[in-house]
T-cell receptor, first 114, second 112 residues
Framework: DTGVSQNPRHKITKRGQNVTFRCDPI?????LYWYRQTLGQGPEFLTY????????KSRLLSDRFSAERPKGSFSTLEIQRTEQGDSAMYLC????????????FGPGTRLTVL | QQQVKQSPQSLIVQKGGIPIINCAYE??????FPWYQQFPGKGPALLIA???DVSEKKEGRFTISFNKSAKQFSLHIMDSQPGDSATYFC???????????WGAGTKLIIKP
């Protein structure tokens, strides 16, 4: 499978715990994006990387959230001290850097914070 | 100015009908407008995208109409099928690989 993959697909955690999600982009894609989607809403941009550099972060990405892409390949999104409001689908997408190349999405990680 | 407004919120169409979903934007710097289809429990999948230098683009049964002066664009699905039942999102961005600004989605049901 050469698409974007995300792990785990589902995560249930208790409030206050830390969680980490992984995204493996399409192999030749330079750009990697994280979005958050709550039920019945469109995705909201969180952050994106070009290779290993984090180029932009949304104001939605509070200091409890951190994302890394250490070698310019896979990326991790960590949420510290989870809150019930963090419950959402976390989507990863990747694209080439050239204009006109679309973003391809993974299946998402659904987080439930109890 | 960053918003994309999508309507309707939900739509029910008989098989073979032509559902139409509309989006409007404010930011004139947007120059790439994709439509994504999302099934429950799955990530969004790109359907079709358009740039403002054309007024219409067709791919298979899916057509985007674009009105630059009105800052509106719409998705038409020809000969709709029950398998097209999904949530459809419009989006906009400055350049295709920058952050996407999404509409709220339209839940489409095609009745057999």
């Amino acid at each position: 499978d050469t698409g974007v993959s995300q792990n785990p697909r589902h995560k249930i955690t208790k409030r206050g715990q830390n969680v980490t999600f992984r995204c493996d982009p399409i192999s030749e894609h330079n750009r990697l994006y994280w979005y958050r989607q709550t039920l019945g809403q469109g995705p909201e941009f969180l952050t994106y990387f070009q290779n290993e550099a984090q180029l932009e972060k949304s104001r939605l990405l509070s200091d409890r959230f951190s994302a890394e892409r250490p070698k310019g390949s896979f990326s991790t999104l960590e949420i510290q001290r989870t809150e019930q409001g963090d419950s959402a689908m976390y989507l990863c997408a990747s694209s080439l850097v050239w204009a006109g190349d679309p973003q391809f999405f993974g299946p998402g990680t659904r987080l439930t914070v109890l | 100015q960053q918003q994309v407004k999508q309507s309707p919120q939900s739509l029910i169409v008989q098989k073979g009908g032509i559902p139409i979903i509309n989006c409007a934007y404010e930011n004139t710097a947007f120059d790439y407008f994709p439509w994504y289809q999302q099934f429950p429990g799955k990530g969004p999948a790109l359907l079709i995208a358009i740039r403002p230098d054309v007024s219409e683009k067709k791919e298979g049964r899916f057509t985007i109409s674009f009105n630059k002066s009105a800052k509106q664009f719409s998705l038409h699905i020809m000969d709709s099928q029950p398998g097209d039942s999904a949530t459809y999102f419009c989006a906009a961005t400055v350049d295709s690989n920058y952050q996407l600004i999404w509409g709220a989605g339209t839940k489409l049901i095609i009745k057999p």
